[in-house]
């Protein structure tokens, strides 16, 4: 049940975030000034990206009234966090590119890549160890483990056309989710809130969000919704089954997976269903694809009824209610305001 009164646009809501100041975090004074590679390559890794973890996590935080000063060491750990994920993602990839620009292994070397990223989560555990939390240093210690967990795992279903769904909502959970359940839990730590029924709906949240961004992501590898102008079967073309791949071969016989794993265009792709009914079909299984994570949506609006119901005695409850009620607009259909 929605909250009466607090129900947020989707476009209103989107406009909230871009007007969320970006958290600087990342200053030349950060890092030392006789590590000048270092220092050029972080210039390059932080000018790009949308900083969507950093606002989530003040979507969170200033409802409960965290500090300013608490809410930029959070903004500055995630981000810390998932650039030193990219670092690494990139150089295991071998993706020549990230936002546009040469990736860090390609543009300096592999081994500047690996200890770059290397860097940031040690300067991560420094940083909050300094703030004194002990609770906050453990969970985002695990989550540093489940992330790099999640990309074994991922590494290891490469060249696998026959990977199911839920082996890749394991490694997806891991790899992805762990990040927004961080954004979500996180800013509750920092106020010493360890409420179990709290972190429980904030965990189940978290996990949604990230399943829905990471398969949203996915289709972009087939076109869909992709506003990106992300390249077409990049994934498939590297060995790599993602989740709506995964999802379409569940049905297929051994020669359509064998002319899918050879498909270079996304024609060919879809007549892989069928010579005469390849767009229909595949058309029809995207539906279905977005009906399975329609459901999972639905769940997500339960879980923050519970949450506000968790929380029904704190006065800022409406204001997190209206930042993370049209999350899942944003995260999975890609949907934006017009002129945006």
Not at 28 to 37: G, I, M, N, V
Not at 227 to 237: S, V, Y
Request: with cysteine; glycine share 6%; charged share 20%.
């Amino acid at each position: 049940m929605l909250l009466e009164g607090c129900v947020l646009t989707q476009a209103k809501l989107q406009r909230k975030i871009n007007h969320i100041m970006s958290v600087k975090i990342f200053s030349s004074t950060d890092f030392p000034a006789y590590l000048p590679k270092l220092n050029s390559l972080y210039d390059d890794l932080f000018s790009g990206g949308k900083g969507f973890r950093s606002k989530l996590v003040q979507m969170v935080s200033e409802p409960i009234g965290i500090s300013k000063d608490l809410q930029n060491l959070l903004c500055q750990t995630i981000e810390f966090i998932h650039n030193a994920s990219l670092l690494h993602d990139d150089l295991i990839d071998r993706s020549v590119l990230r936002r546009g620009k040469p990736a860090a292994w390609n543009k300096y070397n592999p081994e500047y890549a690996v200890l770059a990223g290397d860097y940031l989560l040690a300067r991560v555990m420094v940083n909050l160890s300094a703030h004194g939390n002990i609770k906050l240093v453990q969970y985002t210690s695990q989550m540093i483990s489940d992330l790099l967990e999640g990309e074994w795992l991922q590494d290891s279903v490469v060249g696998d056309f026959f990977v199911t769904p839920a082996q890749l909502d394991r490694i997806h959970n891991l790899k992805t989710a762990s990040l927004f359940k961080w954004c979500l839990r996180a800013p509750f730590i920092a106020q010493n809130n360890f409420d179990q029924d709290l972190h429980l709906c904030l965990e189940e949240m978290g996990t949604i969000l990230g399943q829905l961004f990471q398969r949203s992501d996915d289709l972009l590898d087939y076109d869909i919704r992709n506003n990106e102008g992300k390249a077409i079967l990049g994934d498939l073309k590297s060995g790599y089954l993602n989740s709506f791949g995964s999802f379409v071969s569940q049905n297929m016989n051994r020669g359509q997976v064998d002319q899918m794993i050879k498909s270079k265009t996304l024609v060919e792709f879809q007549n892989c269903f069928s010579d005469v009914d390849g767009l229909k079909i595949f058309e029809q299984k995207v539906l279905e694809f977005d009906q399975i994570n329609s459901k999972l949506i639905d769940l997500y609006q339960h879980h923050l009824s519970v949450l506000m119901s968790l929380l029904k005695e704190k006065i800022t409850s409406k204001d997190l209610f209206n930042s993370l009620q049209p999350l899942t607009e944003i995260l999975y259909w890609r949907r934006k305001p017009a002129g945006h």
